[in-house]
């Protein structure tokens, strides 16, 4: 996934780097010079220099093909601006900002962003459930996020399948519990397959889950 993060502070740069370790690709807009070079030789991803809420610096990131945006600068009628670019004008379709001021939370919400969170901790946890895949739902974190419940939608383009899961490689910290097809849940063997259209729940550690949606080809 393509995620477009305006801001490359302590938060963006966490963002980033959590986003990287789970296989997305992060684009950095940061206005401060002295920051954009400690990012870009620090991280291999790209960076720009410039102003978030500027729509030719959006566009030299080629936002419009962006999959989620993250308003992380320290300046909340920044991160409004940009995310309503991000939104309105580029149709990137999620976007996540960042509120220093929790008063100004409720006003982002009327103002179209979808979601708002103040707080780093809880940014950072919302770049794990809601800066996704569509075809991936979270539904339950264990031992403090250790390791996770998930449901995985399988697209009607399948790469794999009518596979059977003794086929696919998966790995060996993320076990299939169930699959739901047409009303009827399968409690899945060896020689179970799975089908386009399937919806299948799978308990994994946090690594082991966004290894397996890579092996999968859901993400």
Same mark, same amino acid.
């Given at each position: 996934m393509k995620v477009l993060i305006v %801001?490359? &502070?302590k938060l963006g740069y966490y963002l980033a780097t959590t986003l990287l /370790? +789970? %296989? +997305?690709?992060p684009t950095i807009i940061e206005i !401060?010079?002295?920051e954009c070079t400690r990012i870009a030789n620090e991280l291999d991803i790209p960076v720009v220099c410039g102003d978030g809420t500027s729509i030719e610096v959006m566009e030299s990131v080629e936002a419009? /093909?962006?999959?989620?945006? *993250?308003?992380a600068t &320290? !300046?909340? /009628?920044d991160n409004l601006i940009s995310c309503q670019l991000a939104k309105k004008m580029f149709h990137i379709p999620k976007t996540v900002v960042m509120v220093n001021n929790p008063k100004n939370v409720l006003a982002m919400k009327k103002l179209g962003c979808d979601n708002v969170i103040c707080g780093t901790e809880n940014i950072a946890r919302l770049v794990e459930r809601e800066v996704d895949s569509n075809r991936i739902k979270q539904l339950l974190s264990l031992n403090k996020g250790e390791a996770n419940i998930a449901e995985l939608l *399988?697209?009607?383009n399948? !790469?794999?399948n009518k596979r059977t899961l003794s086929d696919l490689d998966i790995p060996e910290q993320a076990v299939i519990i169930a699959i739901?097809?047409? %009303? !009827?849940t399968i409690i899945p063997r060896g020689n179970t397959q799975i089908l386009c259209g399937d919806r299948v729940l799978v308990m994994a550690m946090k690594d082991a889950l966004h290894d397996l949606v890579k092996r999968l080809r859901l993400d």
């Amino acid at each position: 996934m393509k995620v477009l993060i305006v %801001g490359g &502070g302590k938060l963006g740069y966490y963002l980033a780097t959590t986003l990287l /370790e +789970h %296989g +997305h690709e992060p684009t950095i807009i940061e206005i !401060k010079k002295s920051e954009c070079t400690r990012i870009a030789n620090e991280l291999d991803i790209p960076v720009v220099c410039g102003d978030g809420t500027s729509i030719e610096v959006m566009e030299s990131v080629e936002a419009d /093909e962006m999959d989620a945006f *993250i308003g992380a600068t &320290g !300046k909340d /009628e920044d991160n409004l601006i940009s995310c309503q670019l991000a939104k309105k004008m580029f149709h990137i379709p999620k976007t996540v900002v960042m509120v220093n001021n929790p008063k100004n939370v409720l006003a982002m919400k009327k103002l179209g962003c979808d979601n708002v969170i103040c707080g780093t901790e809880n940014i950072a946890r919302l770049v794990e459930r809601e800066v996704d895949s569509n075809r991936i739902k979270q539904l339950l974190s264990l031992n403090k996020g250790e390791a996770n419940i998930a449901e995985l939608l *399988i697209p009607d383009n399948f !790469k794999f399948n009518k596979r059977t899961l003794s086929d696919l490689d998966i790995p060996e910290q993320a076990v299939i519990i169930a699959i739901y097809r047409d %009303g !009827k849940t399968i409690i899945p063997r060896g020689n179970t397959q799975i089908l386009c259209g399937d919806r299948v729940l799978v308990m994994a550690m946090k690594d082991a889950l966004h290894d397996l949606v890579k092996r999968l080809r859901l993400d």
